[in-house]
């Protein structure tokens, strides 16, 4: 197989539908809204020979936070009763809501899988080029997966504490400008307001066209440049809980630069804690 970019289109896939090596994975995730669960997505139809990736189940379950990044044993262990192997090529797609395919290609790529691609537009530009879903269930033969977790792909709060005092990294929140500036509520109880000093805001869903495709080479890069991020220090992203933040990861890698590192617990993690510095405006 001619292994593509970081994203596919719904062309190439269809092209490569049947290819032994391929395995196509849907997920869905939608903040509060009633009726929803992954599985209910995955049932109302998905693209033919797609397995169920469930970000909120495959993630350390022992954490108070939500979907926090598995660790190697974890994810070695759900990704081979998936039936994905070591040297699969796995392309993710997912159904809207936060794109969690970023969040969910993020976690592949932190385990050490390169060929990992995300389908650009989704569910969504699939079904409305009449290309057909299913309900009916893949038959799975688990394999044996060995995952290699790259520690400093992921930081923790006490890392970006740290970052306050060194300003090693730069740091940009994927979260919309009202939530950013602390003008507009938190979905979630509890929450302050504001973003974490100094760190810049690029909102995830400027990165995309209307019909849910990723925006082109030359816009994202404008967008980027536009942020004030620059290629030669590292990039921590954030957002509300470290989905979107995986976006501007997923983007940032696909313009080059080189170290990039996401804030697991983001807002949801930093502004519960009566603790740590918050800006506004």
Not at 40 to 53: C, E, N, T, V
Not at 228 to 242: F, N, Q, W
Request: hydrophobic fraction near 35%; charge should be negative.
């Amino acid at each position: 197989m001619t292994e593509p970019k970081n994203l596919v289109t719904t062309d190439w896939l269809l092209e490569h539908l049947n290819d032994p090596d391929l395995v196509i994975l849907h997920c869905s995730y939608f903040l509060g809204a009633p009726g929803w669960s992954p599985m209910a997505s995955y049932a109302r139809g998905h693209i033919p020979g797609a397995r169920l990736f469930d970000v909120d189940a495959i993630a350390d379950c022992t954490s108070p936070l939500p979907h926090m990044m598995p660790d190697a044993d974890t994810f070695s262990k759900a990704v081979g009763g998936l039936g994905i192997g070591n040297d699969d090529t796995v392309v993710i797609y997912d159904d809207g809501g936060v794109f969690p395919a970023f969040r969910v290609w993020y976690t592949f790529r932190a385990h050490g899988h390169k060929k990992v691609h995300i389908l650009d537009g989704g569910l969504q530009k699939w079904a409305s080029e009449g290309i057909p879903i299913t309900p009916t269930l893949p038959d799975i033969e688990p394999k044996t997966y060995s995952a290699s977790f790259a520690g400093k792909s992921v930081v923790s709060k006490s890392d970006v504490l740290n970052n306050l005092e060194t300003a090693t990294c730069q740091v940009v929140d994927a979260r919309g400008l009202g939530r950013f500036q602390g003008i507009d509520p938190e979905p979630r109880p509890n929450m302050r307001a504001g973003h974490i000093p100094g760190s810049r805001n690029l909102y995830f869903g400027s990165l995309f066209n209307h019909d849910g495709t990723l925006r082109s080479a030359n816009e994202l890069k404008a967008l980027v440049q536009n942020s004030g991020l620059t290629e030669d220090r590292p990039v921590i992203t954030s957002c509300g809980s470290g989905m979107t933040a995986a976006i501007l990861a997923f983007v940032l890698d696909g313009q080059g630069f080189q170290d990039i590192r996401l804030y697991d617990g983001s807002w949801v993690d930093w502004g519960s804690d009566p603790g740590t510095p918050v800006e506004k405006g």
